[in-house]
């Protein structure tokens, strides 16, 4: 591939925008697509208390297989486009400035991000899968990252050799300077093009230190292939820990929709423990409105409830935790007990608590 100056600040402008644009895009497509609605829109909205008999007609089903399928390959393809976006931008960049070990924590922090995304809507579940798709982000944003720097190196070469602004704009001059590039390649490395500047990059060796100190230090071959092998492992690991993180967090075993973490239904006072574990015993969640208020005061039972605030077809669990300050005023928690409750059980309970948004 050969591009001129003109070329070159037309894509950087381009991918500068479209950039953008996927980071507002991907996310809502990745939603529509998984039929789910964003984190975001989840974490605002409180969970609406159903009865028995009002329960909706048409809950969310659980994604088919095609559907499931369809999704990982949008998302797939989606996770490459992101990587080949994040890669050159970081390129164009490191231009500029570069700082060792850093960059690449951004990219793989970037490459997280996706592969955070792509877990929570295309459902991954196993191990292969985030393996398969971490890899794939990291070869896209790492191999996007160097080739940029490729085509930066032809247009540097372009600009010596050809000094005015006509000449480097001119197609055969274009050709000129390629072939020429790819001749030197070849009698250097015995490779022409990408792979030949690869190993041209390695054989000069990754110079290091400009940024803190007046002296420079040379890694030479060896230690280059090894400092290109670290920033690309600094990636993938950073890119595999999200996405581990993403995916054990608990679902719903019907719907398969994410839980969005614990929500505070209230608490009361610690001189009604007995009170309280007996009604949780009892089921008597009627009695549970009465007793719990929104913000009692510490020292005190609080309830927080986990479950699928989407279809309410799965089991949920209901939580009550001491609690208390200590001797510097800080709050601390301890587990009470731990209570399972059914599909019908949630829905009773949710009519007479409401979520307080902690």
Excluded at 44 to 55: C, L
Excluded at 155 to 161: F, G
Aim: a neutral charge; one cysteine or more; charged letters at 15%.
């Amino acid at each position: 591939m050969w591009i001129n100056m003109n070329e070159t600040i037309l894509i950087i402008t381009v991918a500068s925008i479209v950039g953008v644009l996927l980071g507002r895009i991907i996310p809502w497509l990745a939603a529509r697509i998984g039929k789910v609605r964003p984190a975001e829109t989840q974490a605002n909205n409180q969970v609406e208390a159903r009865t028995i008999s009002k329960e909706p007609s048409l809950l969310p089903q659980p994604v088919g297989s095609r559907r499931s399928v369809a999704t990982l390959v949008i998302m797939t393809l989606l996770v490459v486009v992101w990587g080949l976006m994040v890669g050159f931008a970081v390129s164009v960049f490191s231009h500029l400035l570069y700082i060792v070990f850093l960059f690449p924590l951004v990219m793989g922090i970037n490459s997280g991000k996706m592969i955070v995304n792509v877990v929570q809507k295309a459902k991954i579940r196993t191990a292969s899968q985030l393996i398969f798709l971490s890899i794939l982000s990291a070869v896209a944003i790492y191999g996007t990252f160097h080739y940029t720097k490729y085509i930066g190196f032809q247009v540097k070469a372009l600009v010596e050799i050809f000094s005015g602004l006509d000449e480097t704009t001119e197609e055969e001059n274009l050709q000129v300077t390629k072939a020429f590039l790819d001749y030197a390649l070849e009698e250097e490395t015995g490779h022409s093009g990408f792979l030949g500047y690869i190993l041209y990059e390695a054989q000069q060796g990754v110079t290091i230190g400009r940024l803190f100190r007046s002296t420079t230090f040379n890694l030479g071959p060896a230690l280059t292939w090894l400092y290109w092998l670290m920033e690309f492992g600094i990636i993938l690991g950073v890119t595999i820990q999200k996405g581990r993180k993403a995916m054990n967090m608990s679902s719903c075993e019907a719907c398969g929709n994410w839980h969005s973490g614990e929500k505070h239904l209230g608490g009361t006072a610690s001189t009604n423990e007995t009170i309280l574990l007996e009604m949780l015993k009892q089921k008597d969640f009627t009695g549970l409105g009465t007793l719990i208020q929104k913000n009692a005061e510490v020292p005190s039972l609080e309830l927080y409830f986990q479950g699928c605030q989407v279809c309410g077809k799965s089991q949920s669990q209901l939580v009550v935790r001491r609690t208390f300050q200590s001797a510097k005023g800080n709050l601390q928690f301890t587990d009470a007990t731990q209570t399972i409750l059914q599909p019908n059980e949630s829905v009773l309970l949710l009519n007479q608590l409401s979520f307080s948004g902690d």
